[in-house]
């Protein structure tokens, strides 16, 4: 059974540094994302819905630009998780939303980065201009997904993280971290 891949990777001009598409998102974050329509799912949505089913798969296949953000996106879902459930007590939603915000501005490897876990399947960015832009877009992506993130692990109201959620901080998608 193949992984599931991205529903923007046929979308027509799309922005690309590197090799990663800049897709639009639904966010009030301040960045340089394009803002996508409310009324449709976006990547951040895409990453959630998939997250749970891909992090089951050891390889996946990339069709296209929009499949290398969703890999670097379930990776940090996965980071986002581990941090989490590394906590001696669960954190409530008010401390996960904080120590995930702040999970996603620290400092990270990008595409063509040394440090960087997927460098052979990724190009590096053209400039140092179109490198700075990549990582204010992911770090902007980030935070969002982040503030999606603790919305849907404490959905039911109980102030707990969901257990459904919280049993995927031991695997690894592809066998890798961010």
């Not at 923007?8 to 960045?31: C, H, S």
């Not at 340089?32 to 089951?56: G, M, Q, V, Y």
């Not at 998780?81 to 702040?102: C, E, S, V, Y």
Request: net charge neutral.
């Amino acid at each position: 059974m193949p992984a599931y891949h991205s529903s923007f990777n046929e979308e027509p001009d799309v922005r690309q540094v590197g090799n990663v598409a800049i897709l639009p998102i639904k966010t009030r974050i301040r960045g340089p994302a394009p803002i996508a329509d409310a009324s449709e799912a976006d990547i951040i949505d895409e990453t959630l819905d998939l997250f749970r089913a891909n992090s089951l798969f050891r390889n996946f296949e990339i069709k296209g630009p929009a499949d290398r953000l969703l890999i670097i996106l379930i990776l940090y879902v996965s980071d986002c998780i581990a941090k989490l459930a590394a906590q001696r007590t669960p954190p409530n939603q008010i401390d996960a939303g904080k120590m995930l915000n702040t999970l996603s501005v620290d400092s990270f490897p990008i595409p063509g980065d040394a440090n960087f876990v997927l460098n052979a399947h990724y190009a590096p960015p053209a400039s140092r201009v179109d490198a700075d832009y990549l990582r204010q877009y992911l770090t902007q992506v980030r935070q969002e997904l982040a503030a999606r993130l603790v919305e849907r692990l404490y959905a039911d109201g109980t102030g707990v993280p969901s257990k459904w959620w919280m049993s995927f901080s031991k695997r690894r998608f592809m066998h890798r971290a961010l």
